[in-house]
Structure formats: C-alpha cells, structure tokens
C-alpha cells in the first residue's frame, strides 16, 4: 500500500540555496506532495525570484508544479535590500534559458489557504525567505493557523546575525511578518544561523555532485561551487538546503531545544533580531509555552550525502 503522502507548499526567494532547497524537495517526491511554488520579495525583486522558480522547476523537469503571485514588498516597513551574495540574477553564476512556464494569477496566500482548508491539521509550510505570504495569509484569513500542520523555517539567529549584528537576512527583511508568524501557534522549526555555519559542503562534495553529469547536478555543483570557492577551505554554507534536509530526514539534525520566540520590531540596533528564551530545565523559563523547536547541530556528512541523493533521484528522473 502507497503511503499517504505530506502535503507541503515551498515558500522561498530564490537564491542558490532555495534553489537546491528545491531540488531536494522535487527529489522527495515518494514523500511529499509538494502542492506549489510561492515565492517572495526577498533575496532579490518578487519578479526575479518568481521567474526563478519557474527556471528551476523547467531544469527538473517539474513544470506541473504551480507558482504563485507573492508579496513584492514588506507588510509595513520599507523594502529592505540584501547584500548582493546571490550574483545579478539570484542565481550566481548560473545561466539559463527564461522559463516558458509562466506564474500563476492567484496570490501566494489564497492558494495557502485553499491547501489548508483542503489538507487541515496536514499541511506544512517549507518558508526560506522572507514570512510576508505566510504573514498575509494569517491576516486575511483568521482561521489559516488553526488549520496548518506545522512551518519549517530557515531563518532567525539567536547568538548574532548576518544582515546586521543582531538579525538574520529573512526575518529582518520582514520582522512585522516574522513576528506574526512566530505568534501564530502554528508549531514552527527553526533552522537558525548556528546550524547553518554547520553544515558545510566540501569542494570533494562539489565535485562528487558536478561528476553526476545530468542538468540538474551540473547546476547544483556550480551554485554550491561558487559558494565553496569563498569559503577559505571551510566549505560552502547552504542555509535553505538544511531547512529542506529536516523536512526530509530529521534524523540529519542531532540536537534540539524548545524555545518561545520573539521577534523584535521596535527599531534600533535589534530590529530583527530573534530573541529566545529556553523552556523547561532548571535554568529556564517554566512558565512560558515554546513556540519553536530550535535546531542546533546536524550531521554534516549525512546532509551532504542527501543533497548527493537528490540530485542524483532528478537527473535520473530526467532521463
Ligand atoms: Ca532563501
């Protein structure tokens, strides 16, 4: 008998890391049921990271798979601009053919909400950008929390961030978001910061993907590549693939905790910044309930080996 499988919506700003994210998400397709593509203002302008999508899903040869209209701006503030780490088109140095597949007119948050009616207590939400559709969604339509399964998210950073001191990329380009979304009750998984200077790719690693040879690992070891290549022998760090990895396999992630999360929206040198405050224990809040289950540690060699695997499944696929 087939098992029944988990219906999932991928939310991201495509990016190199979304874009292998994606890969590893089409690859479990044995596992998920992944229902549509709602990309976000984020990395880059809402119509690089749809356009994006839509290349990506063409390389794999996914093109059934629907893309959303999402948010072109933050909810309230300004829109914030990113360092330029993901190259002119989001995609490193990666080039290929615009996309015939076009965008869906349907908003990003209609669609999660019509997934949440059809699949309640079951969806779950892989986001790797900025939370503005998620955001939207639970403003628009008041009962969207009680009916989501779960949200995994790549985001946040309790020890110091890396778009300033204090806060990491996605929750700071749309803190108000973030904030609602940690305040939703919807049972969030954390992929911070720490865990993602973890997981790193070797140049072995590359090489190992590049040397698979099918469309989608030529495009994956030269994104990964790139990164490696500025890594100083550390290897490359792939935040948005470990969100992906967890979805998979959570046995990849080695240790845990539970926190109750908030976001800081007031402004000043915290704006962002995702504060933690630990539950349970001897020296932690008791009298708080977590929102979050933060993770921590992951085994490298495992998260690599999956990234392998997924390429490998849809190159194999395209044939
Ligand atoms: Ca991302």
């Known amino acids: 008998m087939e098992l029944k499988k988990r219906p999932v919506i991928f939310d991201c700003d495509p990016g190199v890391d979304d874009a292998v994210a994606l890969f590893m998400m089409l690859a479990a397709d044995d596992q998920f049921d992944l229902l549509g593509v709602c990309p976000v203002d984020g990395n880059k302008s809402l119509w690089q990271t749809e356009k994006n999508s839509c290349i990506l899903l063409e390389l794999a040869g996914k093109t059934e798979i629907p893309v959303f209209h999402g948010a072109d701006k933050a909810l309230i503030a300004e829109r914030r601009v990113p360092e330029n780490i993901h190259g002119a088109t989001g995609l490193g140095g990666v080039v290929l053919p615009d996309p015939v597949k076009t965008v869906e007119k349907k908003y990003a948050w209609d669609f999660m909400y019509e997934m949440a009616k059809k699949y309640p207590h079951e969806l779950e939400i892989l986001a790797v950008g900025p939370y503005t559709n998620i955001a939207t969604a639970m403003l628009k339509y008041p009962d969207f929390s009680s009916l989501v399964k779960k949200i995994v998210i790549m985001g946040g950073a309790i020890t110091g961030g890396n778009q300033t001191a204090a806060a990491e990329f996605n ?60 890594s100083k022998g550390k290897g490359a760090v792939l935040c948005d693939a470990i969100a992906a990895a967890y979805m998979i396999d959570p046995s990849i992630i080695t240790v845990t905790d539970e926190e109750y999360v908030e976001v800081d929206v007031r402004g000043g040198y915290s704006y962002g910044a995702t504060v933690g405050k630990r539950c349970g224990g001897m020296y932690y809040a008791s009298n708080v309930i977590p929102n979050t289950t933060i993770c921590w540690h992951l085994d490298d060699e495992k998260f690599c080996q999956l990234i392998y695997d997924s390429c490998k499944k849809l190159d194999d696929q395209l044939q």
């Open 171 to 230: 929750v700071w380009a749309d803190a108000w978001a973030a904030r609602i979304m940690f305040q939703s009750g919807i049972p969030i998984v954390m992929i911070g910061l720490e865990i993602c200077f973890e997981g790193r790719i070797s140049g072995e690693w590359v090489k190992k993907i590049d040397s698979i040879g099918g469309p989608v690992s030529k495009v994956a070891a030269q994104l990964i590549g790139e990164r490696e290549v500025h």
